[in-house]
């Protein structure tokens, strides 16, 4: 079996046991009651920031592309249709959609593509670093709070020393890039150095304080309207917490969506709710039906967005969805 068949078994294993342990420990009546007298007018108002949230990450990504003369729609339809298949496949399939994807809807280097994306995805990484750092730094009674503090600070430091380490790191690893390819054939060969050079002249792009500057701040921003999101969710409910409560659900969320998981997080979305909001005082069973509230408002608009794209691009899909299947076949192979 391989190592991804694995990993999604384990998924769904792990998926069913939660979900098991979920409905056996679950109080209808508690689950019911906090669903009841929902305040739909601020989960209106969530899916809207959810929408915004997606787009400022889409500019974040096109800044990190460089390439100002591909249009913001092709990045958000790219991005769309990624987040969807995140949604609803394990093992975050849709970050490698994403590349392939835009690559097919504006001639997108692969490289860029991919080094784009992972920078992209590397912001998230450190601003949820930083937001980890806050939220068990606050909770100081909780267990392993403090170790877990400065794992985030600890990871933060290790993404940002890589990233520096292969912009500033080209003569080191082109020799070993060209040593590798040296041994495949004379076309993969320039295909693996041209995806090198590409990825490096992305990577390079930080190097400008202005693109850097801007970067942060639409990381900011997205993580802004991500905690008003958890906000309107909290306020859906009618639970008025601390501020710091939003911050700590997006912080379990993280950890939790994490982990090995059948497809659309199902169970570890749950514990995490129920764990995040246990500090606040909520039920366990109010936890599940606020966690179910705001992953329903999360898919249902991915969904919509992502079936309006596809039924516009579905020949680029096709076509990325292709070169994956190409990519993993030929890994196969090797």
């Known amino acids: 079996m391989s190592a991804k068949r694995s990993l999604l078994v384990l998924g769904c294993a792990l998926s069913a046991a939660l979900l098991g342990v979920i409905l056996w420990r679950l109080d209808w009546h508690d689950f019911t009651a906090g669903l009841r007298n929902l305040r739909y007018e601020w989960l209106a108002v969530g899916i809207t920031l959810i929408v ?25 339809n790219a991005a769309t249709m990624g987040l969807f298949i995140n949604q609803v496949y394990p093992l975050r399939a849709g970050e490698i959609f994403r590349m392939f994807a835009i690559r097919h809807l504006a001639q997108v280097p692969l490289g860029r593509a991919a080094m784009s994306a992972l920078v992209d995805r590397v912001a998230d990484v ?36 890589g990233l520096l380490a292969f912009a500033r790191g080209d003569r080191l690893w082109r020799r070993w890039i060209a040593a590798w390819s040296a041994r495949m054939s004379g076309r993969l060969q320039e295909r693996i150095e041209g995806f090198y050079s ?31 999101v958890v906000q309107c969710a909290l306020k859906a409910f009618g639970w008025d917490l601390p501020l710091i409560a939003p911050a700590t659900v997006l912080v379990f969320l993280a950890i939790g969506v994490s982990l090995p998981s059948a497809p ?21 069973s109010q936890a599940v039906a606020f966690s179910l509230v705001l992953q329903m408002c999360v898919l249902l608009t991915v969904l919509v967005l992502a079936g309006w794209v596809a039924l516009g691009h579905l020949d680029a899909f096709r076509g990325a969805r292709g070169a994956m299947s190409a990519l993993k076949e030929s890994d196969r192979v090797g």
């Open 52 to 76: 915004c949230s997606m787009a400022l990450r889409t500019l974040r990504w096109r800044a990190l592309a460089g390439l100002a003369h591909v249009p913001f729609r092709a990045f958000w």
């Open 126 to 161: 450190l601003m949820l670093g930083v937001c980890a750092l806050a939220v068990f730094s606050t909770h100081t009674g909780l267990a392993h709070a403090g170790r877990l503090a400065g794992t985030a600070l600890v990871t933060v430091v290790a993404v940002v020393a």
């Open 198 to 228: 590409e990825a490096l002249a992305t990577a390079a792009l930080l190097g400008s304080p202005e693109r850097v500057g801007s970067v942060l701040l639409l990381t900011a921003g997205a993580f802004l309207l991500d905690f008003a």
């Open 264 to 284: 659309g997080y199902a169970g570890v979305y749950q514990i995490a709710c129920i764990f995040a909001l246990a500090l606040f005082g909520i039920t366990e």
